[in-house]
């Protein structure tokens, strides 16, 4: 790691996000949790991460998995005690790890006792916790805003006769933090964490904290995609300055808040260091580049690289990008990006994962990710869990056909990345002697750790060399980026510093001729065939060349 004072921990770190209900059962039933974790640091040290970032612990009645928080200095009883928690923490400190939370505060659960008292009554101490709007003029809904996960973003309370506000499920009502008293309480919680020793957070969809004033209709236009408008309130900024200054300046942290609705240049302001608001942010522009609401389009490599690009310019010099392909929200990166083909999911994940840790930012690798592990064989719409896939399917199911909703739902839904680690090829991959909360991928027999660990040309030990390869690289970590040939159908080609970096994205084998203003010097990682200026990359393998 760098020691240059200026250069921040972070910038030179792999995070790895971990999704607790998934990772590891240790108690049989069928639910992931904080021993189950524990028990695998030795796994993740070997991987060589150096951050873990934990998707939500807290109690939770599990509407959408933790992401509606009851308590939030709680443990979800399914995940474990504090007990257990202050364990997984002592463990990864005593390891050199650091493990940054999951501060989920645009909206809490209904269950939360903040919502409990809101809900009471208008003359309630509470009420103004949340966003309360009488009906609208015509006795219905305030205002046309669509909830994410289906319907409208307003709930009726009959006892109290208005509207409260949520932007996803009805049981995730929407913080207000136009009052100053649930700011001083998000901090308040914000330092009850950091005493316990964790090193920041990652801020669940934190840029709708704040509303547009006086709530007005989105057009038509704004309704195909609300999250713009909803992550372009006036005091966002303002918010994240005062949380830095009240809370944050007096730790040393990692934040990277997920910039859900946020275009590149107006995440290169929440990550700008002179403005002090977030270290990093999570962008969307690549994820979900071939997604339209509920429908997957297609993608291309010429347009893949031009995002990373577009990324790369847009952090500037004060910014510093994030660097994933996947996380729970999303189809795992091989499935979506590579060939999860069983002749080359294994090929297709070390390329992929060759992308993620050689581009410029702080790489995430989502759980299972180091495995190339790949999306689940749906059947019906029964076979997914997560409340979006059912309630996106109720807005849409007058106008679509059922198979053509399960045919996006397979390739985008989000249960495809929650399927339960494949720890070996045992049943129910080890994840769990009970009964799995969500479906163990079969694939688990050809995909798992314990085979991937014996193996030295495996997903796990690519990803591990390359860890350890990167960490001694000065021109990974810090090099400039650019792309070499951003019009190549099948070959992403590009420098960083003294590095060049070939990724074949096809089956087919490519003879490659590098442009002679990149002369080559040997190769740096990896090995394919070179012949003086033109490198053979057989179908879905990478290399990274000394040029100059
Ligand atoms: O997700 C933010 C988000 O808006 C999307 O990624 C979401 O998954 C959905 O596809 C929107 O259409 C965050 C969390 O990561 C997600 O798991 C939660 O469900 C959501 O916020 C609400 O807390």
Do not use: C
């Not at 990652?202 to 709708?208: H, S």
């Not at 994820?287 to 297609?298: Q, S, Y």
């Amino acid at each position: 790691m760098s020691p240059r004072p200026e250069r921040p921990w972070w910038k030179d770190a792999v995070v790895y996000q971990i999704y607790p209900r998934s990772f590891l059962d240790s108690d049989g039933d069928g639910v992931g949790d904080l021993p189950g974790i524990t028990a695998k640091l030795d796994y993740l040290k070997a991987l060589g991460v150096d951050v873990v970032w934990l998707s939500p612990h807290f109690d939770s009645p599990n509407a959408d998995n933790g992401y509606d928080i009851r308590d939030y200095r709680k443990v979800m009883e399914q995940f474990g005690t504090m007990a257990d928690f202050d364990a997984l923490l002592a463990g990864m400190t005593a390891r050199g790890l650091r493990l940054i939370i999951d501060l989920v505060v645009n909206h809490s659960s209904d269950e939360h006792a903040w919502f409990v008292e809101s809900r009471k009554g208008r003359d309630n101490p509470y009420r103004d916790y949340y966003i309360w709007r009488d009906p609208g003029p015509d006795g219905g809904l305030p205002n046309n805003y669509g909830a994410f996960f289906g319907g409208p973003a307003w709930t009726f309370d009959q006892g109290s006769g208005q509207y409260y506000l949520h932007y996803f499920a009805a049981k995730q009502p929407d913080l207000n933090w136009e009052n100053p008293k649930v700011r001083e309480e998000v901090h308040d919680l914000m330092r009850f964490w950091l005493d316990k020793g964790v090193s920041g957070f990652r801020m669940d969809v934190i840029p709708f904290i704040s509303k547009q004033p006086g709530l007005p209709d989105l057009t038509l236009e704004q309704r195909r995609a609300p999250q713009f408008v909803y992550a372009a309130g006036p005091k966002l900024h303002d918010h994240l300055r005062e949380m830095r200054r009240e809370v944050l300046d007096h730790y040393d942290t990692l934040t990277v808040g997920e910039a859900f609705g946020v275009t590149p240049d107006g995440a290169r302001d929440l990550m700008d260091s002179r403005r002090g608001e977030l270290n990093l942010v999570i962008n969307f522009d690549i994820v979900r580049m071939d997604i339209d609401g509920w429908r997957k389009t297609t993608w291309t490599l010429p347009r893949l690289k031009a995002l990373y690009t577009q990324l790369d310019q847009a952090a500037g010099p004060f910014g510093w990008n994030t660097q994933f392909l996947s996380n729970h929200d999303n189809p795992r990166s091989v499935s979506h990006f590579g060939d999860d083909d069983p002749a080359w999911v294994e090929r297709s994940a070390k390329v992929i994962n060759t992308l993620i840790l050689t581009q410029r930012g702080t790489p995430f690798l989502y759980q299972g990710e180091e495995l190339g592990m790949t999306n689940y064989p749906f059947q019906t719409l029964d076979d997914f869990d997560d409340l979006e896939v059912s309630g996106r399917w109720r807005d849409v199911q007058h106008r679509v056909s059922e198979e053509e909703y399960l045919a996006n739902a397979r390739a985008m839904g989000r249960d495809n990345s929650r399927t339960p680690m494949q720890w070996t090829n045992g049943p129910n991959g080890d994840f769990t002697t009970g009964q799995p909360w969500l479906a163990v991928n079969p694939n688990a027999e050809a995909i798992n750790a314990q085979d991937q660990t014996a193996r030295p040309d495996s997903v796990l030990a690519h990803t591990r060399a390359l860890i350890a390869w990167r960490r001694g690289s000065v021109d990974l970590r810090e090099g400039d980026y650019r792309d070499i040939d951003p019009d190549h159908e099948q070959v992403f080609a590009y420098r960083r510093g003294a590095l060049l970096v070939l990724l074949n994205f096809g089956r087919e084998t490519v003879r490659y001729a590098v442009p002679a203003e990149h002369p080559i010097s040997g190769l740096a990682f990896e090995t394919a065939e070179v012949e003086r200026q033109t490198v053979t990359l057989a179908g879905w393998t990478s290399a990274i060349l000394a040029v100059g």
